[in-house]
Every structure is written in structure tokens, then in C-alpha cells.
């Protein structure tokens, strides 16, 4: 668990979870990803798309349908796959960069990275 301050930083940096238990936060530099635990008897919120698609992506890398050093689909491909926008796409990889899942190799695309496994 994060400090509190930092807990509570990034607390307010969010809409809605106040009807949620926080289990974790962690600070990724241009956004924070929270972890949290839900009473059975609330709705859950629903997934934001970039984390569709990256939770997506990151289940093919860690099942080992995506294996190290595996060039992913063209950004287009990954688009038209995952029916979202550039924008969209563009923020899942960022996540998963930011986790050391993936790497871009200017001009010639984005690739597992060979720790990831």
C-alpha cells in the first residue's frame, strides 16, 4: 500500500470511487492505475476501454499467446481488432509500456519485451 498522502493524492484525482474499498494505487507517471475490492452488493464501474484493451493484451502476453520478443499487430490492426480509436489504443499501450510489457522500436514497431514473460 502506498503512504497515505500519496493514497489520498491520487484519490482525488478520481471521479468515483467512493463507494469502493482501494486496495492498491500505483502512480504510472502520466496516470495512476487503482486496484480495488467491491462490495457484492454495489455495481462495479465499468472498464474504461484503454483498460479493456490493455488487460487484453496483457492476458496474450502473460498466457503466452503474445511471447517475448513477438511483434504486436500494426497500430491499425490493433484498432480495427479491438474497435477503438488511435487515441484509445495509443493510452493501452502507454499502460503497458509504463509496465515494462511491451517496447516500440521506432519504424518497425511494437514488441513484447524479452523480460516480460
Known amino acids: 500500500m502506498r503512504p497515505r498522502e500519496t ?5 482525488d484525482c478520481v471521479d468515483y ?17 487503482i486496484y480495488w475490492g467491491c462490495d457484492p ?9 484503454y483498460e ?5 493484451i496483457r492476458e496474450q502476453i502473460r498466457s503466452g499467446e ?5 511483434r504486436l499487430p500494426s497500430t491499425k ?3 480495427d481488432i ?14 503497458l509500456k509504463a509496465e515494462k510489457l511491451i517496447e516500440g522500436q521506432p519504424g518497425e514497431g511494437v514488441y513484447v519485451t524479452k523480460s516480460s514473460s
Not at 493514497?7 to 484519490?11: E, F, K, S
Not at 503474445?66 to 513477438?70: D, M, N, Q, S, Y
Open 66 to 70: 503474445l511471447k517475448p520478443g513477438e
Open 7 to 11: 493514497r489520498d493524492t491520487l484519490v
Open 82 to 95: 479491438h474497435d477503438v480509436s488511435y487515441g484509445t489504443l495509443r493510452t493501452a499501450l502507454l499502460l
Open 17 to 33: 470511487v467512493d463507494s469502493y474499498d482501494i486496495i492498491e494505487m500505483v502512480d504510472v507517471g502520466h496516470a495512476a492505475v
Open 41 to 49: 452488493g454495489r455495481l462495479q464501474m465499468p472498464i474504461a476501454k
Open 77 to 79: 490492426e490493433l484498432q
Open 52 to 56: 479493456r484493451v490493455a488487460n487484453t
